[in-house]
């Protein structure tokens, strides 16, 4: 069932993120506003667009979703891989993602504090940043 699953939610993210999906849904509300003035605009008419619009969203959400979190998944295991394979990374940032929200803002500041370090205990500026950039260039 996972597979079946994986497949469809693979192929409909795929169409639903093409131009021609998004063509072929602006070319269908076209049809339908024009086609207003001879079903006297009723409510079966605006029935119609809204009960398809709200089914097949919320059924683009669930495929959507699942497309990302595999994504996710992945881009994490090769993350993960890259810091296992460097000599000078630190791999206790494996796995990190599973942590609170909290803590991984606790681990992004501390990051952030030891990159505004220079390696006699200054901290950088962004001017000698940006100088430092426009040399190499």
Same mark, same amino acid.
């Given at each position: 069932?996972?597979?079946?699953?994986?497949?469809?939610?693979?192929?409909?993210?795929?169409?639903?993120g093409?131009?021609?999906?998004?063509? +072929?849904? !602006?070319?269908?509300?076209?049809?339908w506003?024009?086609? +207003?003035?001879?079903?006297?605009?009723?409510? !079966?008419?605006?029935?119609?667009?809204?009960?398809?619009?709200?089914?097949? !969203?919320?059924?683009?959400?669930?495929?959507?979703?699942?497309?990302?979190?595999?994504?996710?998944?992945?881009?994490?295991?090769?993350?993960?891989?890259?810091?296992?394979?460097?000599?000078?990374?630190?791999?206790?940032?494996?796995?990190?993602?599973?942590?609170?929200?909290?803590?991984?803002?606790?681990?992004?500041?501390?990051?952030?504090?030891e990159? +505004?370090?220079?390696?006699?205990?200054?901290?950088?500026?962004?001017? +000698?940043?940006?100088?430092?950039?426009?040399?190499?260039?």
């Amino acid at each position: 069932m996972d597979e079946f699953f994986t497949r469809i939610a693979s192929r409909s993210a795929s169409f639903l993120g093409a131009p021609s999906a998004f063509i +072929g849904s !602006t070319l269908l509300i076209v049809i339908w506003a024009a086609s +207003g003035p001879a079903l006297h605009y009723s409510d !079966t008419w605006q029935l119609i667009v809204n009960t398809a619009t709200t089914v097949l !969203t919320f059924l683009a959400v669930f495929l959507i979703q699942n497309s990302q979190n595999r994504d996710g998944a992945a881009i994490q295991a090769k993350l993960d891989e890259v810091l296992r394979a460097l000599d000078k990374a630190r791999t206790e940032f494996v796995g990190i993602e599973h942590l609170s929200d909290k803590q991984i803002s606790e681990i992004r500041t501390k990051l952030e504090e030891e990159v +505004g370090q220079t390696d006699d205990g200054r901290t950088k500026t962004i001017e +000698g940043t940006v100088e430092h950039l426009a040399d190499r260039v």
